[in-house]
């Protein structure tokens, strides 16, 4: 299982950065440097690559906060909070935990950049995991919800029988 996990990631990798995957691949600098490159598909696949592939280096978490905060790219942006929950799994970060959360409740952000703020909580917390689709933040879902007055029955209600 955890070898076919791996071939699809791989397989991902190579349709993001093409030919440049084999450089990534030989040495962590090349890696680095593309955190920097213009192309928004190869600074994705260097932070994947930088937390799971390489040896993980304390520097390391600023440098991917600050893509998480300041890319222009909203699915740069996204992926770098993915892996700052990778990065920071278990440790219960509460600063962390305060800017996730503040982005997950924020309305104003885009479900996706949501969606992978709460993906990098649960990581945060090491909580269990169970379905992607849990964490999908719908942008036009109906936020009102009936409150108790609206559905229970009133005077207007007489052809429903009440008990005595």
């Known amino acids: 299982m955890k070898n076919r996990e791996s071939n699809r990631l791989i397989e991902l990798w190579k349709a993001m950065a093409g030919d440049s995957l084999a450089d990534l691949l030989k040495?962590?600098?090349?890696?680095?440097?593309?955190?920097?490159d213009m192309d928004p598909n190869l600074r994705k696949v260097a932070?994947?690559?930088?937390?799971?592939?390489?040896?993980?280096?304390?520097?390391?978490?600023?440098?991917?906060?600050k893509m998480a905060n300041e890319d222009a790219d909203l699915g740069v942006r996204g992926v770098a909070i993915v892996h700052?929950?990778?990065?920071?799994?278990?440790?219960?970060?509460?600063?962390?935990?305060v800017k996730l959360a503040n982005i997950v409740r924020n309305e104003h952000q885009p479900a996706r950049l949501r969606s992978s703020a709460y993906s990098a909580l649960i990581n945060l917390r090491a909580l269990p995991f169970l379905s992607p689709i849990a964490t999908l933040f719908y942008e036009n879902q109906n936020k009102e919800f009936p409150d108790r007055k609206s559905t229970r029955l009133n005077s207007s209600h007489t052809d429903i029988s009440r008990m005595p």
């Open 27 to 36: 040495n962590r600098e090349s890696t680095e440097k593309a955190l920097c």
């Open 47 to 65: 932070i994947s690559l930088l937390c799971s592939h390489w040896s993980r280096q304390p520097e390391l978490r600023s440098q991917i906060e």
């Open 84 to 97: 700052l929950g990778v990065i920071c799994r278990g440790t219960n970060d509460k600063e962390l935990g």
